[in-house]
């Protein structure tokens, strides 16, 4: 059924981008589904979202990093959702996996099916990740950006949309002045980076 305000409107290893501008982007496969919450958050958060997919990816590497894409619906003043709001980010993801008519995806409850989140598994996206300093330790402070890309965009098309997010003040915390070395490039396991530190609008 749709959702309440709608309209209808791999290969095995993914390919990656390096650029020396503190940005990578990286083809990734959705390896598994940890977790759907609505209205519910994950320990590292300070409040919960309306709807949010928390994601394990295939990098083409021998660690499986995690992804969480999340958000609030809009709603008018008797809290009925009429809107997306911040969850256009969960739009994003699903129409860069592939998936059609998205809007049609969600019950009236604005959840979706679980034949959508068995889907999900196997399917392509792009992901960005920035520099936004340095660490401690010397290392680049490395963090995903929450807004999916489709693989047919191309990573440059991909890059001006992050970068058109960056100047309308929407990314707050890109350091472009950082510039990886060849082991920068390579991300420490998910293991050594707190999740806390992993997503951004």
Same mark, same amino acid.
């Given at each position: 059924?749709?959702?309440?305000?709608?309209?209808?409107?791999?290969?095995?290893?993914?390919?990656?981008?390096?650029?020396?501008?503190?940005?990578? +982007?990286?083809?990734? @496969?959705? &390896? =598994?589904? %940890?977790?759907?919450? $609505?209205?519910?958050? #994950?320990?590292?958060?300070?409040?919960?979202?309306?709807?949010?997919?928390?994601?394990?990816?295939?990098?083409?590497?021998?660690?499986?990093?995690?992804?969480?894409?999340?958000?609030?619906?809009?709603?008018?003043?008797?809290?009925?959702?009429?809107?997306?709001?911040?969850?256009?980010?969960?739009?994003?993801?699903?129409?860069?996996?592939?998936?059609?008519?998205?809007?049609?995806?969600?019950?009236?409850?604005?959840?979706?099916?679980?034949?959508? +989140?068995?889907?999900? @598994?196997? &399917? =392509?996206? %792009?992901?960005?990740? $920035?520099?936004?300093? #340095?660490?401690?330790?010397?290392?680049?402070?490395?963090?995903?950006?929450?807004?999916?890309?489709?693989?047919?965009?191309?990573?440059?098309?991909?890059?001006?949309?992050?970068?058109?997010?960056?100047?309308?003040?929407?990314?707050?915390?890109?350091?472009?002045?950082?510039?990886?070395?060849?082991?920068?490039?390579?991300?420490?396991?998910?293991?050594?980076?707190?999740?806390?530190?992993?997503?951004?609008?």
């Amino acid at each position: 059924m749709p959702l309440p305000f709608g309209k209808s409107t791999p290969n095995d290893k993914p390919n990656s981008s390096n650029s020396k501008n503190g940005v990578i +982007i990286n083809e990734v @496969v959705i &390896r =598994k589904v %940890l977790d759907v919450l $609505y209205d519910e958050k #994950l320990p590292w958060m300070q409040y919960s979202d309306d709807i949010g997919l928390n994601l394990e990816l295939n990098v083409g590497r021998d660690f499986y990093p995690k992804f969480y894409v999340g958000g609030n619906w809009k709603r008018n003043s008797r809290k009925e959702v009429v809107g997306y709001g911040s969850s256009f980010k969960i739009n994003l993801l699903l129409k860069a996996c592939g998936f059609d008519k998205v809007d049609k995806l969600f019950d009236e409850e604005c959840k979706l099916s679980q034949q959508t +989140i068995d889907d999900l @598994v196997g &399917r =392509k996206f %792009l992901r960005l990740s $920035y520099a936004r300093g #340095l660490k401690t330790t010397g290392k680049i402070d490395w963090k995903d950006w929450q807004q999916a890309g489709r693989v047919e965009e191309g990573e440059g098309n991909f890059l001006i949309r992050f970068l058109a997010a960056v100047e309308d003040g929407h990314v707050k915390d890109y350091d472009p002045h950082v510039t990886p070395t060849d082991s920068d490039l390579d991300f420490p396991p998910a293991d050594k980076q707190s999740d806390d530190e992993k997503f951004a609008l």
